[in-house]
């Protein structure tokens, strides 16, 4: 991937996955290393606050809409929540606050999983909130892997740089 190019391909979206379960294995052995000086009950909050804030109401949006379009809010809540500014920002305000402690682990314990375990990172608007193919992108894909290049046009190149849109909503 690069600033012209916005994707992964299937082997450069695998290396990132692994980057972050490295991330994922060496937070969840600190945790494990200092097991009993970890405030548990902070832990489970630090981990869960970013699903109950940034995931859950999406989720329960997409399932509401049926298949049909979710609004933005939810993938804004979704993408700040999912942010490593906002979990640095959550880590060092505790961290002022209250003083470092093993239980700040749970924080990049949950985006690492997310990210290395699950393949999730942060969510365009266009494509549906939970995980879907985009005919677009499946076509543009195998273009790719099978070596030939997504034709496109001089002329259509600046329109072809301009986001989709899910159906049914506005720009």
Request: hydrophobic share 45%; glycine share 10%.
């Amino acid at each position: 991937m690069d600033a012209a190019n916005r994707f992964e391909s299937r082997t450069t979206y695998r290396l990132l996955r692994g980057e972050y379960l490295a991330g994922l294995l060496i937070s969840a052995w600190l945790l494990i290393a200092h097991w009993d000086e970890v405030r548990w009950p902070v832990a489970v909050g630090l981990f869960l606050y970013i699903d109950v804030i940034g995931y859950i109401p999406g989720a329960l949006a997409h399932r509401r809409a049926k298949g049909g379009p979710v609004q933005r809010v939810y993938y804004v809540l979704y993408n700040t929540m999912h942010s490593w500014l906002t979990a640095g920002a959550v880590v060092g305000l505790w961290a002022w606050l209250f003083g470092w402690e093993w239980a700040l682990l749970a924080v990049p314990l949950h985006l690492c999983g997310d990210r290395g375990l699950l393949g999730n990172f942060l969510k365009p608007f266009s494509v549906p909130f939970e995980p879907a193919p985009h005919p677009a992108f499946t076509a543009f894909e195998a273009s790719v892997n099978s070596g030939g290049q997504a034709p496109v046009s001089p002329a259509g190149a600046a329109r072809d740089q301009q986001p989709l849109q899910p159906a049914g909503s506005r720009g």
